[in-house]
C-alpha cells in the first residue's frame, strides 16, 4: 500500500513563501508521477503542478512563474516551492500519485495524502 503524507503547511501573509513536502513510502517511487492539487472551500479541486518520472512539469497558469515542483527520489519525496503567494492560493493541498512512467503526466492518480493546509493572508 502507498501512503502519501503531506506537511510544510500553514498561515502566511501574502508576497511570502512555504515549501510543501510529501513524503511516500514504498520503494518504487522512481515510477510514480507525482502532482499536488489544492481544493478551495466552495470550489472544485484543481491541479496546482505535476511532475513526470523523467522530472518534466506542468502547472495551473494561475501558479507560472511562483510555484515549483519537484522531486527528490533518494528521498521518496515530492515538493512544492511556493513564492509570492496570495490570498487567493487559500486552500488544502493534497500530494498525488501514480505509477506512470512517460513524458506526460496522466490523467487520473491512484494515492492521495490527508492534505496540509495553507492560508494567506492578505
Known amino acids: 500500500q502507498v501512503q502519501l503524507v503531506e506537511s510544510g503547511g500553514g498561515l502566511v501573509q501574502a508576497g511570502n513563501s512555504l515549501r510543501l513536502s510529501c513524503v511516500v513510502s514504498?520503494?518504487?517511487?522512481?515510477?510514480?508521477?507525482m502532482a499536488w492539487f489544492r481544493q478551495a472551500p466552495g470550489k472544485q479541486r484543481e491541479l496546482v503542478a505535476g511532475i513526470t518520472t523523467d522530472h518534466r512539469t506542468n502547472y495551473a497558469d494561475s501558479v507560472k512563474g511562483r510555484f515549483a515542483i519537484s522531486r527528490d527520489n533518494r528521498k521518496n519525496t515530492v515538493y512544492l516551492q511556493m513564492d509570492a503567494l496570495k490570498p487567493d492560493d487559500t486552500a488544502d493541498y493534497y500530494c498525488?500519485?501514480?505509477?506512470?512512467?512517460?513524458?506526460?503526466?496522466?490523467?487520473?492518480?491512484?494515492?492521495w495524502g490527508q492534505g496540509t493546509q495553507v492560508t494567506v493572508s492578505s
Open positions: 498525488a500519485a501514480k505509477a506512470h512512467i512517460g513524458q506526460t503526466l496522466p490523467a487520473q492518480y491512484d494515492y
Open positions: 514504498g520503494r518504487t517511487f522512481s515510477l510514480y508521477a
